[in-house]
């Protein structure tokens, strides 16, 4: 079987820490092109993998027509350079959030179907371990209704992951457009959704700026959501977790409560109302300190070469960005939104 041909648009953090070295160590992947606005770092992994760098990603599509492209963009870039990379014939993976409007997302949904290939969007965290064996002990019954969550990603901010620090897109509004609930908030409601095979029917929220300073991105944001099955619970996204990171998940569910990344040995924690307490290692979850391999490179490529829809779509994408929406919606007219 032939190598499936990828171009990397954008070689900042996300490229260098998930996406690179993951299509690496794919033995089906051959990397073709790298793009950035600053030469430099696509010249970099270029010349690495005897490939070609470009500033322009219409062009690198042009000349190399790759067969896939991940788009590792600033998130304004992301409808953009995932409609011209559909439109070229290339299947697109991109990182979350897929976009910045609801309209944006279902044009990339449209773009893609219209080519004839697949579009899928980066959330991974439907594919930690911990996460995974969540969903299928809730899949047992054992637990049975999920009557409230709690689910929470916070870290100290992007100046510590990022390629550029403070300096980076991530805090200019123009580029990012939204803060922690775009890098973090809708990886929250896209496991949520997920784990309780559940729809967000409504949303209150309060998303603010309460400590980056110079910057108009939200830094926090804690939102209430209302599921079609009637579960309540919250979501919370930050990036002032300063000492201590969280990405967890508590489900109190009618015959017990499912604790999920609250431990570091035991990474799900299942205490039924019989007074019996289960407790799974299953591996830790990626952080940005430590990283583990995402799963989602593996999870696209497999898609691509197997002919298989992803099940992590544009139009789950769209989902889970249009719960983010409407908390900057509820935030911005003080009322409950309706999806």
């Not at 648009?9 to 820490?17: E, F, H, L, N």
């Not at 788009?71 to 070229?88: E, K, W």
């Not at 300073?213 to 209302?226: F, I, P, Q, Y």
Request: aromatic content about 6%.
């Amino acid at each position: 079987m032939s190598k499936l041909r990828v171009a990397v648009v954008g070689c900042g953090a996300i490229s260098i820490r998930r996406h690179i070295p993951e299509y690496e160590a794919n033995p089906n992947v051959e990397l073709v092109a790298f793009v950035d606005i600053i030469k430099e770092r696509a010249d970099k992994y270029a010349e690495k993998h005897g490939a070609k760098s470009f500033t322009d990603y219409n062009e690198m599509l042009k000349e190399i027509k790759p067969d896939a492209v991940s788009v590792c963009t600033p998130n304004v870039l992301h409808a953009p350079v995932s409609i011209a990379a559909a439109n070229a014939g290339a299947h697109v993976l991109v990182e979350k959030p897929m976009a910045v409007t609801e309209a944006e997302g279902l044009a990339m949904i449209d773009a893609a179907h219209k080519n004839g290939v697949y579009l899928m969007v980066g959330h991974n965290q439907r594919l930690m371990p911990p996460h995974m064996k969540a969903k299928e002990i809730l899949q047992t019954g054992k637990l049975g209704k999920v009557l409230t969550f709690r689910t929470s990603f916070g870290h100290p901010g992007p100046e510590g992951w990022s390629v550029d620090g403070r300096e980076s897109w991530f805090f200019r509004k123009e580029e990012a457009i939204m803060g922690a609930m775009g890098d973090l908030g809708v990886h929250k409601s896209d496991l949520i959704r997920w784990l309780l095979e559940d729809e967000v029917v409504d949303v209150a929220a309060f998303v603010n700026t309460l400590h980056k300073e110079g910057t108009d991105v939200d830094d926090n944001a804690t939102c209430v959501l209302r599921m079609k099955s009637g579960t309540i619970g919250t979501l919370v996204a930050s990036w002032t977790y300063y000492k201590g990171g969280d990405n967890s998940t508590i489900l109190w569910c009618e015959n017990g409560v499912m604790k999920i990344g609250t431990d570091s040995d035991d990474q799900v924690i299942v205490e039924l109302r019989n007074g019996s307490v289960e407790k799974y290692k299953v591996g830790a979850m990626a952080t940005n300190e430590k990283q583990t391999t995402s799963g989602v490179i593996d999870e696209f490529v497999r898609c691509v070469t197997t002919n298989t829809p992803p099940s992590i779509s544009g139009e789950e994408g769209l989902k889970s960005l249009n719960v983010i929406l409407a908390a900057f919606a509820s935030q911005d007219t003080k009322q409950v939104i309706s999806l």
